[in-house]
């Protein structure tokens, strides 16, 4: 763990520069509206350390997969987000010398993400090697209002000094990922412009063929009064500058206001992109730098007056959940069915900026829980139209009439992870995109989504399954070999207790979805019978065989469910018996090690207890949970979140805090020591889960929302809001009672610790 951040309630601050630490405070710092995000990469030059990154929405390249071991069905390319043009850079040079804090003095440096209003702000003192001391103030944003618009305001002061001062804008497309392979480059030059006080490059993708066209027009004041500047401007390929010298007085400040956009052909047809940059910026410009930051404000007090979570008397964790939620809101807004969620976000390049299970297992709930229905329903869209992809997907495996694979990971529905373990094994992804259907339906109560998208989706899914298990003979049973469950610290394993119920449980759901359909939509069932050839009698005959004779493997000696055939012959070491140098065990131990290892990465016969808790008795899920959290390393971010939801279940409430510490500063403690790559943004909606079904206690169950809150020992109490059915609802938690408001102008019915109660409109119980 590397403590080095303050703790504070609204904002992440760092004081002191820590060049060791830098890469990871570029990631936890980084700024994004949904649209495109910025690491916290400096706007002057930087020679130590750094990680330069800028991201943008829906543009990513197909990277080829080469391997001399290629095998029938990998997928022809690894799909990456691009590292787009940077447009955050303002070269500052005095008297000729470049500041660049690796080669100064550093006596003071400050660097805060202002979560309540969406803003990153920098400040510093150094004394440049010419014996020149400057000051520094730096603040941008990515417009949650405009979302192609960012804005920065960098302000300098010679603090010793009187003389030139020289000011270099620039915006640069020429650039590499850092994971690329042998340097290469994704981006062709297509178009580059600069003229006066702006500028403008148009890139275009390779493969892909995305184009994008970033644009920037700056400002300086001297004493509140725009100068009259005449630059020395520069261009070449996927490169524009613009220079300008001026004197600067001894302690007089000189703001540079730099307005940018990013427009793409993703969003816009390729005739339009440098019009529409050059508007944007020219928006911008005429708004202002105040104003912009007026309606950021603004926009994200929307955002916290509907999603924030309060907790009194633990700094540390208050921090943390905000963090987790900012984080989210900066990554997706739901306003674009075309895009998804990926591990990284905007924060880096990790995991290729592709969609994994990750977004149904773990942020759906949070989307579907704090913001409107439509950015639930719009996760579920993106999955139906990419329906057609995970049937071809499926077909290259040797699948048929019309059994669906959803990828493992994904830009445009086609698999694209290279890893045939993961590839080929890890299926219960399908899983985790039927439950999210199931969770949807339960949570909102919108029938006519399984109608229209749902069932045609869910028939492909379970397709998939009963062509997946096979039956044998010596045992009566069908079963699933050669899998890999939710713990990737083993591959290849026979009977994944967690893939074999969770696809015995979609058969068994696809079945009560169609016997839906059928008596509510008979027209529709019909169309969609004859659409995709579903022959029902003998399809679900089938199902129903395999529902009722599953192979679900168990121990009646130590009553537990076992994590797959064979785990119980394993040594059955706990994490306490590791060593301290022996952590994480993915960058210390061999991968062969870890494979025979019991040691397991993240929930695995926890995460279907989980999802089908109400399944199992307490007694059982006792059982399980003390067999198995004390061998699981955690070295999966979505790994606590499950813990703190069950332990909360035990009444374990010091392993539920514990864990979701864990969860919470993940990042911001870096605990599993790879920060630096990007932060974890889909296990942070692991961590609001974490806190409003654990502490919470929240369910749904027979249409009717549920609570069993408790108050951790650390704090002094707590209040979070949901939104149910048309209802909006808050509850707030301390030492002696409950207390839950209906902000709405029906009346509510819920249950609490078991207990039926009706909240009339705009009316609060205390309990």
């Not at 942070?684 to 806190?691: I, K």
Request: proline share 2%; with cysteine; hydrophobic share 35%.
């Amino acid at each position: 763990m590397k403590q080095y951040l303050k703790h504070d309630e609204w904002c992440i601050i760092e004081e002191g520069l820590k060049p060791e630490y830098n890469e990871i405070s570029e990631s936890i710092f980084s700024i994004g509206n949904g649209r495109m995000g910025q690491r916290a990469n400096f706007e002057e030059t930087y020679t130590g350390h750094t990680f330069q990154g800028s991201y943008l929405a829906g543009v990513y390249y197909p990277d080829k997969t080469r391997v001399g071991w290629w095998k029938n069905g990998y997928p022809e390319y690894f799909a990456k987000v691009l590292n787009a043009p940077n447009w955050i850079g303002i070269d500052i040079k005095v008297d000729g010398e470049t500041l660049d804090l690796a080669k100064c003095e550093v006596k003071s440096f400050r660097r805060v993400l202002n979560m309540k209003e969406g803003y990153l702000e920098r400040t510093f003192t150094a004394k440049m090697v010419n014996g020149t001391e400057v000051e520094v103030n730096s603040k941008r944003f990515c417009s949650l209002v405009k979302d192609e618009s960012a804005a920065i305001r960098y302000s300098i002061k010679l603090l010793n000094y009187t003389g030139k001062l020289t000011v270099m804008p620039y915006l640069d497309g020429d650039i590499i990922n850092k994971d690329t392979n042998y340097d290469e480059k994704f981006w062709d030059p297509i178009h580059e412009e600069v003229e006066g006080q702006s500028g403008f490059i148009t890139v275009e993708t390779k493969k892909t063929a995305f184009q994008v066209c970033t644009g920037m027009q700056y400002v300086i004041e001297q004493d509140g009064q725009a100068l009259d500047l005449s630059p020395y401007n520069t261009q070449k390929a996927k490169y524009i500058d613009s220079t300008v010298e001026f004197e600067a007085k001894e302690g007089q400040e000189t703001v540079i206001y730099k307005y940018a956009a990013n427009v793409t052909s993703f969003n816009h047809d390729k005739s339009e992109i440098q019009d529409l940059c050059k508007k944007t910026v020219a928006d911008a410009v005429a708004k202002g730098f105040d104003a912009m930051l007026a309606e950021q404000a603004a926009a994200w007090g929307s955002k916290w007056e509907e999603a924030d979570i309060v907790i009194e008397g633990d700094v540390a964790a208050q921090q943390g959940i905000r963090f987790n939620i900012f984080q989210l809101y900066q990554t997706y807004t739901g306003e674009d069915e075309r895009l998804n969620i990926g591990p990284k976000g905007f924060t880096g390049e990790k995991y290729g900026g592709s969609t994994y299970w990750d977004t149904e297992a773990y942020c759906f709930p949070f989307y579907l829980a704090t913001a409107d229905q439509k950015v639930a329903r719009q996760l579920l869209i993106y999955r139906h139209k990419h329906l057609q992809k995970a049937i071809e997907n499926a077909a290259k495996l040797g699948f048929t009439d019309g059994a669906a694979l959803y990828p493992m990971v994904t830009m445009n529905g086609e698999e694209c992870h290279n890893e045939w373990e993961i590839t080929f094994e890890e299926i219960h992804r399908n899983g985790a995109i039927a439950y999210a259907i199931y969770d949807y339906i339960r949570y909102t109560g919108e029938q006519e989504y399984l109608i229209d998208y749902g069932l045609e989706v869910l028939i492909g899914i379970s397709r998939f399954w009963a062509q997946r298990v096979h039956f044998s003979e010596r045992a009566g049973m069908y079963m699933m070999h050669g899998v890999t469950g939710p713990n990737e610290y083993e591959n290849n394993v026979n009977n994944n207790w967690y893939t074999n119920l969770i696809a015995k449980w979609c058969l068994s759901y696809t079945l009560e979805a169609i016997d839906y359909v059928k008596n509510n939509a008979a027209d529709k069932y019909k169309a969609l019978e004859e659409q995709i050839k579903f022959y029902e009698y003998t399809e679900t005959n089938k199902w129903k065989d395999i529902i009722e004779k599953m192979y679900l493997p168990t121990d009646d000696e130590l009553g537990i469910i076992v994590q797959h055939d064979g785990f119980l012959d394993k040594e059955l070491l706990v994490v306490d018996d590791l060593k301290e140098g022996d952590y994480p065990l993915n960058q210390n131990w061999s991968w062969d090690r870890i494979l025979r290892s019991v040691f397991i990465k993240q929930a695995d016969v926890l995460q279907g207890i989980y999802f089908f808790e109400d399944e199992f008795d307490e007694e059982t899920i006792r059982k399980n949970f003390d067999f198995y959290e004390p061998r699981t390393v955690h070295e999966s971010s979505l790994s606590p979140c499950v813990h703190v939801i069950l332990a909360s279940v035990l009444g374990k409430k010091e392993k539920a805090y514990e864990m979701y510490i864990r969860t919470a500063r993940l990042d911001l403690d870096d605990y599993n020591n790879d920060t630096e790559d990007g932060c974890h943004i889909t296990s942070m909606a692991g961590t609001w889960m974490a806190f409003v079904k654990g502490f919470g206690g929240m369910r749904v169950y027979n249409d009717t929302l549920q609570f069993a809150p408790y108050l951790p020992e650390q704090w002094a109490s707590y209040a979070f809001n949901v939104r149910f059915r048309g209802h909006y609802i808050k509850v707030n938690v301390d030492k002696t009672q409950t207390t839950i408001s209906n902000h709405a102008d029906e009346a509510l019915s819920l249950k609490v610790h078991g207990k039926d109660y009706e909240i009339a409109a705009e009316s609060s119980i205390t309990i």
